[in-house]
């Protein structure tokens, strides 16, 4: 393997499949319980556009986001609460999903399970555990594919190691690309994060340098690279992420908490270099979904699932060049 160049953090990689990655099932911290707190009911409101996912097709692949609010044992328990995840995750081709809280391994399985139990054909990786020794809380990062619309790539994906510890939960990252039956695949990479709100202005920084190095790391072989997750800020107010050259959230001016109060959660692409994408982003409104109220939405969880439409097919660049190491050079 060969070197990174990234300082204060460190990449390893770490190769494997429907399986999980770095992590040791006897040496795994206490879930946290979930939250029961349940607000004030109210009805769903009328269909946005922004808030209903399209339909996957022949041309399109969806990717997405989702941040499931300590998925731990009580959550996976409640069959009405698992069935709506796996609704919610047959809707993607890609998701990325945030804040798996449980020590037990066998919670993320079970999960994918249930989304098989209709005959489908879902694969996942996760992550090693990552948090702060200090405050006992510790959380899992995955993606969940669908085989037969979806490849891993080589190397498939690994962790951004922190040894500094400047991040509270280090990214996780994996490689993708689409099944096609025509023309070439569309390839991408994605970076999953979720960042600490107390320490945000802090996070956000150094995910700049995270996002830079990652795709410095990935060139040339690969130069779609996209950071998804929660991050717990608005579009505009990303701080150094807003100033790299070209590099756009999709998400703008949509709350994506479910009581439609906040925007935290985005996905970020390269808008010269990830030319794939159609156009066409949002959330899933849960309660629209499911014809359910807002105190039963809150029991899936506090986010709102994120979604973005790309192309299946690789599509030109609309620059010249290696902009991934002209534009942002590794930091020394």
Known sequence: MRSIPFYPLLIVLLVGSGSYLGCDPNQLSAPLSVDPAASKTSKPEATNPRDTI?????TNILIGSFNLQRLGPSKISDSWVTERFADIIRKFDVIALQEITSKDQRILPALISRVNSLG?????????????????????????????RILSGPGYCYPVLDEKDILHREPFVGRF?????????????????????????TELDVLADVYRNVRQYEYPNEDDVLLVGDLNAPHDKLRSLNKILDFVPLIRDLPTNVRKSKMLDNILIDRLLTTEFTGRCGTIDLQNMFRIELVDALKISDHLPIWAEFSIIEQPRLNVGVAGQNQNPTLR
């Not at 694969?123 to 899992?140: C, D, H, K, L, M």
């Open 54 to 58: 399209p339909a996957r097709t022949p």
């Open 120 to 148: 489908n054909k879902y694969n996942f990786t996760i992550g090693p555990q990552v948090g702060r020794a200090s405050s006992g809380y510790f959380e899992q990062y995955a993606f969940v594919y669908d085989e037969t």
């Open 177 to 201: 690309q689409s099944i096609s039956p025509v023309g070439n695949p569309f390839q991408f990479t994605l970076i999953n994060m979720h960042t600490d709100p107390d320490e945000i202005n």
